[in-house]
């Protein structure tokens, strides 16, 4: 779902095909990203936002008492995903996740 919404806001403020599947795979790794195979029950929430050519996204895993990500992880998102975005931020111990991405 999370991707759906994602690919509507990209497609809204007129994004290219190719950068919109891009911001559809980003929302795919940041899924695995967040989501700890330790603890695969939760709850994960997304917000977008989308004006002026700007699509901003911020995706948090709602658990709490969870360990913080670990780096192996973030070096997958980065080495995958992170050259999708203008810009991503990481809080690895709430499992909180914000990007950017503009036409």
Do not use: C, Y
């Not at 980065?78 to 996740?97: I, Y």
């Amino acid at each position: 779902m999370a991707e759906i919404a994602a690919v509507h806001a990209a497609n809204h403020q007129g994004f290219s095909p190719d950068d919109t599947a891009n911001l559809g795979q980003v929302i795919k790794e940041a899924v695995m990203l967040l989501l700890d195979p330790e603890r695969p029950n939760g709850t994960m929430a997304f917000d977008f936002q989308s004006k002026a050519g700007i699509v901003t996204v911020e995706a948090q895993l709602e658990q709490r008492g969870g360990k913080p990500i670990p780096l192996d992880r973030i070096d997958r998102f980065e080495s995958s995903a992170g050259s999708l975005v203008d810009s991503w931020k990481l809080d690895p111990d709430e499992h909180r996740l914000w990007l950017q991405k503009s036409v």
